[in-house]
């Protein structure tokens, strides 16, 4: 029964995109709107899981029986996903991470002047969540990242799966505003670690998650 493929695992998914804060009233984010991870939340709440869902900044209803997490930053995320991963079967980021954060928060209002016509902004890296959680990883456990990409979809994913550790990874080409940030619907290929690539249709993501959680009862959690 699909109903039960999953039921006793326990998965965590991560949604959204981060904000990384300049001062107490500015951040710097990206375009996520949380629809994919929310529809794999959903799927994965489906198939039986007991889904974690890890959300950053996303406005969208909360899939019903999903506990959900609310996160801000990528510093917060980590430390949610770290806290959740022991007991958990397995991680699919779909978040959007930032990847830098500005170097101070200001405690108040940064003011513009009359002498500067110009700012410069220090950012400073931020913590990557997919490699931290891979070196913790057990026997058993799945772990699965995205790749958002604009250019060289399959080498970029490809440089990725291996660089964070991965089990699957899914490629997104975000150049394409059909399938990317806050989209409806998405086409992605499924990268193996061995290098196996399956391709999706253009669908619904709601079919694109069923789709991936399908993929990982099969080869990782049956
Ligand atoms: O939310 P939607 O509007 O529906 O859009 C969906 C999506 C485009 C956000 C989603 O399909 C997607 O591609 N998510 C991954 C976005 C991303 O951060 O990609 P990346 O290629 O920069 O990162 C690769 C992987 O590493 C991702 O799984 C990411 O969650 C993870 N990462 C990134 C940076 C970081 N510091 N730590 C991480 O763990």
């Known amino acids: 029964d699909a109903s039960d493929r999953l039921s006793g695992k326990k998965l965590i998914v991560t ?3 981060t904000r990384e804060a300049l001062d107490p009233v500015r951040y710097l984010t990206n375009r996520s709107s949380g629809k994919m991870g929310y529809a794999i939340a959903a799927a994965a709440q489906g198939a039986g899981a007991e889904v974690t ?3 950053a900044n996303s406005a969208l209803p909360v899939p019903n029986h999903v506990r959900l997490i609310r996160v801000e930053s990528a510093n917060e995320l980590l430390a949610a996903v770290k806290k959740a991963f022991p007991v958990a079967d397995g991680l699919i980021m779909a978040a959007a991470v930032a990847d830098y954060r500005p170097a101070v928060v200001a405690n108040q209002k940064i003011k513009k002047t009359a002498a500067n016509q110009t700012m410069t902004l220090e950012l400073v890296r931020n913590p990557d969540i997919l490699q931290t959680i891979s070196t913790s ?3 058993g456990q799945v772990v699965v990242g995205f790749a958002a990409e604009t250019n060289d979809l399959i080498a ?3 440089k990725k ?3 964070k550790k991965l089990d699957l990874i899914v490629a997104n080409d975000v150049a394409n505003k059909q399938i990317g940030f ?3 619907q998405n086409q992605v290929t499924f990268l193996f670690a061995d290098g196996q690539q399956i391709k999706s249709p253009l669908e619904s993501k709601a079919a ?3 789709r991936l959680i399908q993929l990982i009862t099969d080869h990782f959690l049956n």
């Open 137 to 139: 990883k057990r026997p």
């Open 53 to 55: 869902l890890i959300s």
């Open 208 to 210: 694109i998650a069923e």
């Open 161 to 163: 799966i291996k660089a």
């Open 15 to 17: 949604a959204g995109g």
């Open 156 to 158: 970029n994913a490809a």
């Open 182 to 184: 806050n989209a409806d």
